[in-house]
Each structure stands twice: as structure tokens, then as C-alpha cells.
């Protein structure tokens, strides 16, 4: 069945959506945010790693040449270059460094005295030639200033004829007087060098690029100073191959003697919206919506039957007003007539007649006239107490003096049975109540107990004090209360009638207007009865 809301109802789904969208919107967002915020960590490691692993190779190369100057420093004198080879052979594998590439010592009339290779390359005859055919005359002044001291100098990478990339690295060496005695350059090869970060480092994620002092960038097969490129080969991981902003880039710059080095990394594809991401959002939207849609629904499809119920509650206690009204005019309009027809009768028993059972007729006329009037009246009080007519009124009151004012009331019955009452009470004191409803219960509960005591029986009236209550009890050795009829005595819905022991009829009525009344006074009523023994039934009333 499809449901047709208000406009109320569509305004509040409409404004539902909008907020979820705006939580959906907003959590989706924040994921994105720690996912960059995780990326450009995981950014910064990669770029902390691959500057920490060239700072390493470029110590341990460092490392190398340091001990080639110790070497020379020992021994006092230019060492021959069978002695220097030995020497690098002996350290490499300790130092963990790549072999250098060329090993030269320039004296100090620029002459190479010695230049040897430890990587294989064709032979470049330097010996017994000037350096300055290969750097120029500010090289040889650059030179000169260079032998004068005996700290280590690095040079920016450069292309080496060989078609590698070439890194030099030279010391001056001088005698204990502090006299030049020439330079010692060693040239590594930048390839393996750089090949440290990539064996540590993701490649298939991260670019690199390398930048020496001079702002001139080089990578594992060329030197990019504007030289004449001598590689064939180019570096497929050179990070001018891809397309990356230079905001992307993470940069830190290593310090080398004289010189730095800054490694720079970015991400080689830029950030993109997860699509599970977009679609579980959308999914949790459509789901968190449902469920919405369902809520509404349900507070409309329970609103609607309220509104129904209320309208049949209002109804229905119209209906039952109209009836207990209606019942108790009724039931007060045949109380008179039969009141009227009991004192006749009264009249009529004193007379004399022919017949001997005319009196014995008019007694039972009169009986049964009293019994439709004691239903009647506990009819009226049970329509009255449904109908909330009938108040509370409590009031300070003696308990013996009711229940004696009852007995009376009752004498011509008690007489007609040969009962007797045993009046027994341990409590002399007042109680709080509604004088009306307790003579009322007295009045049904004793009127039960001579309906269905046997002839000349014994019935026992006890109030005593029982901890912060008065107990009113009444006895009767009579008929008892079958089985069947035990559960259902306080019952509205099912009325249990037993006939007494001189045929005595009764509604059913009497117990349950009892605890009601017995209720209202935040008392208890209680029945205990054994079939054909007896019957005992008391209530409590706190004090």
C-alpha cells in the first residue's frame, strides 16, 4: 500500500537529506585529508630515506679518499702508484665503497706523474702530460690555490669522456714544512652512488632529482652544466622525463665539504580520489537515506493509527458514558419500586389468609426483592466508581463501631439462618478511610458469609493491628468456594455466581466492588477458602 505524506512530512525528509549530504560530504572530505596527510608522510620518509642513503654512499666514498691522505700522510712521501692501488684494493670492501673510477697525481709543475683506472676503461696515456690541456689556464690558477692546502676538495659532477658521470675529489699534498709536493684527485663514478636510493626506495612510486651547489642537475649517465653530453644512454628515472609540478617536490640538501648536494622526491602519479572511496560514500548516503525514508514512514503509519485509536478511544468512552449513565438511571429507577414493594410485602406477611403458604410466599417475594435491590445497589456503586462519580472522602474512624452498625443491619438475616457472630478485636483505634466504601465492604462480605454458611453456624469477625496495618478478617464455616471459581473471583470480565445454602442468589459483583474500594485505600484484599469448610476473607488497611 503506498503512503501519501504531508508536506510537513516531505519538508522533513528534504532537510534530512540536505543534512546527511552535508555529513556524507564532510566525512568523505575528511578521509580525503588523512589520506594526503598520509601520503605527503609517506612523502617526506621516502625523501628522509633516499637523502640519508647519498649521504651515506657519499661518506663512504669520502671514507675512502680519507685513508688514501692518511696513507700518504705516514709515509712522508709521494708513494708510487702500485702502492696506492694496493692500498684502495685493501680498503674498499672494509669502507663499502664503490671503487673510484680514476686515480691521478698532478705535481707541481702540472704534469700527471701517475693516473690509473680501477673501473675498466680504455687507456688515456695521462702520464708525463700537463693538465692544463685539460682544464685551461684558470683551472691551473684554481690549481695552484688548491696545492697549497691540504683539505679535501669536491668538484661538481661532470661528464667524463668515457660517457660516465664523474665526481671528483682531490686533496693538496704537502710536506711537514707545509711545501706543496703536488694534488691527488680521485674520480668516482656518480651511477652506483645514486643507485644506493634506488635500491631503498620505491622507484616505482617516487622520482628523484639531484642538483649539485652550481644548480646543475645530473643523474646516473649525464651531468646536466651545460658540457658536451658524452652518454649515449640516458637515465629513464630523470625526473625532467615527467610531467611533475615543482610544488610536488620534497627537498633536502646534503652538505659535502665544500660543496651540497639536495636531493629532491615526488610522487610520479598525483593524488586521486579513491573510486570505492566515492562509491561507499554514496552507498552509505542512499543507505543512511533509506533508513531515514523508513523511520518517517513508520512515524507517519503510527501517528495516523494514534490518531485512529484516539478518535475510537473517544468514541468508545462516549459509548460506555452513554451506557453507565444509562445503567445507572435504570438501576435507580427500579430501586424505589422495589423498595416500595418490600414494605408491602412486610405489610402483608403480618396479615392472616386461608391458605398457610401466602406468608411463606411473601417471604420469599420479599427475599428475593432485597437481593435485586443489594445487586442494585452494588451495581450503582460500581457504575459510579467506573464513571469516577463516586470520591474519595477518608476520614477518621472506628472500625468496631461500623462493623457492629453492619451486624445489625444484617440481624433478621443472621436470625433466619440461626447464625451467630463472634466479634473479636486486639486493636482499639482509629483508621483513616472513606466511610462509605468500608461499610460497603463489610456490609458484601458479611452478607457472603450468611449466604453461605450452613444453619445454625458460627461466623467470626476479627480486627487486629498487623505491623503498620489494620487487619480486618470475617470467617464462616460454610459451603467454601469450588476450584473452578478460585481464580476468577476478583474478575470483571468473568462473573462467578454460586447459590448459597438456603438458595440465596447473588451478581458476582460484591468481591470485586470489595477490592476495588479496598484498592482505593492502598489496601490488599485477600480470599483463602477450602471447598466445604469455609471461607475466610480479610483486607488490610495502613494506618
Known amino acids: 500500500m503506498s503512503l501519501r505524506f504531508s508536506k510537513n512530512y516531505y519538508f522533513l525528509f528534504a532537510i534530512i537529506a540536505i543534512i546527511t549530504a552535508i555529513a556524507v560530504v564532510w566525512s568523505t572530505s575528511r578521509i580525503i585529508e588523512e589520506e594526503q596527510a598520509t601520503r605527503k ?3 617526506k620518509q621516502a625523501n628522509k630515506t633516499a637523502a640519508t642513503e647519498l649521504q651515506e654512499a657519499l661518506v663512504s666514498y669520502a671514507t675512502l679518499i680519507s685513508g688514501v691522505k692518511t696513507f700518504i700522510s705516514y709515509r712522508n712521501d709521494i708513494p708510487r702508484k702500485e702502492d696506492i692501488q694496493y692500498f684502495l684494493k685493501t680498503q674498499i670492501s672494509d669502507v663499502k665503497a664503490e671503487p673510484p673510477f680514476s686515480v691521478s697525481y698532478i705535481d707541481t709543475n702540472h704534469i700527471f706523474q701517475f693516473d690509473f683506472t680501477m673501473q675498466p676503461a680504455g687507456p688515456l696515456h695521462l702520464e708525463g702530460t700537463s693538465i692544463k690541456d685539460i682544464i ?56 652506483p652512488i645514486i643507485n644506493r636510493v634506488y635500491d631503498h626506495v620505491d622507484k616505482s612510486q617516487f622520482v628523484f632529482s639531484f642538483q649539485s651547489t652550481n644548480g646543475n642537475y645530473f643523474d646516473r649517465t649525464r651531468s646536466y652544466n651545460y658540457q ?30 665544500n660543496k651540497s648536494f639536495t636531493v629532491g622526491t615526488a610522487y610520479k602519479s598525483p593524488y586521486k580520489f579513491s573510486t570505492s572511496l566515492i562509491i561507499s560514500s554514496a552507498l552509505w548516503y542512499l543507505l543512511i537515506l533509506g533508513f531515514m525514508l523508513f523511520i ?80 442494585l445497589d452494588n451495581l450503582l456503586k460500581w457504575s459510579k466508581i ?52 468500608i461499610a460497603t465492604v463489610i ?14 453456624g458460627i461466623i467470626v469477625i476479627e480486627i487486629n493491628k498487623v505491623e503498620n496495618n489494620v487487619s480486618f478478617s470475617i470467617e464462616d464455616n460454610g459451603i467454601g468456594i469450588p476450584d473452578d471459581f478460585k481464580d476468577n473471583l476478583l474478575d470483571i470480565t468473568t462473573l462467578t455466581r454460586q447459590v448459597g445454602t438456603n438458595n440465596e442468589k ?37 494506618l
Open 41 to 43: 608522510l609517506r612523502l
Open 506 to 542: 447473588g451478581s458476582g459483583l460484591g468481591l470485586i466492588l470489595c477490592n476495588q474500594f479496598i484498592e482505593a485505600h492502598k489496601g490488599k484484599l485477600a480470599i483463602e477458602s477450602a471447598f466445604e469448610k469455609g471461607t475466610i476473607v480479610s483486607f488490610l488497611l495502613p
Open 443 to 456: 456490609r458484601n462480605l458479611l452478607s457472603n458469609a450468611i449466604k453461605f454458611s450452613r444453619l445454625n
Open 296 to 375: 518517517i514512514s513508520q512515524l507517519y503509519v503510527y501517528k495516523k493509527k494514534n490518531a485512529t485509536i484516539a478518535a475510537q478511544k473517544e468514541q468508545l468512552s462516549e459509548l460506555v458514558a452513554t451506557k453507565n449513565k444509562f445503567f445507572s438511571i435504570i438501576a435507580h429507577d427500579l430501586r424505589s419500586p422495589l423498595s416500595s414493594v418490600i414494605n408491602y410485602l412486610d405489610v402483608l406477611k403480618g396479615g392472616t389468609y386461608e391458605n398457610s403458604q401466602t406468608n411463606n410466599i411473601f417471604g420469599q417475594l420479599e427475599d428475593s426483592s432485597r437481593n435485586s435491590i443489594t445487586l
Open 228 to 257: 658536451k653530453l658524452t652518454s649515449d644512454d640516458s637515465d629513464p628515472e630523470y625526473f625532467k622525463n615527467f610531467d611533475i609540478a615543482e610544488n610536488q617536490y620534497v627537498y633536502t640538501t646534503i652538505p659535502f665539504y
Open 386 to 437: 467506573q464513571t469516577g462519580q463516586i470520591a474519595f472522602n477518608p476520614e477518621t474512624l472506628d472500625l468496631m463501631s461500623i462493623t457492629k452498625d453492619q451486624i445489625k443491619v444484617q440481624s433478621q438475616l443472621l436470625e433466619k439462618k440461626g447464625l451467630q457472630v463472634r466479634l473479636e478485636s486486639s486493636y482499639s483505634g482509629k483508621v483513616t478511610a472513606d466511610k462509605n466504601m
Open 136 to 191: 685551461g689556464e684558470s683551472g691551473i690558477r684554481r690549481m695552484d690555490t688548491l696545492m697549497l692546502k691540504d683539505s679535501f676538495y669536491a668538484s661538481d659532477p661532470t661528464n667524463l669522456i668515457e660517457g660516465r658521470v664523474g665526481f671528483p675529489l682531490g686533496f693538496g699534498i704537502l710536506d711537514s714544512t707545509g711545501v706543496s709536493r703536488g694534488y691527488l684527485t680521485s674520480v668516482a663514478e656518480f651511477a
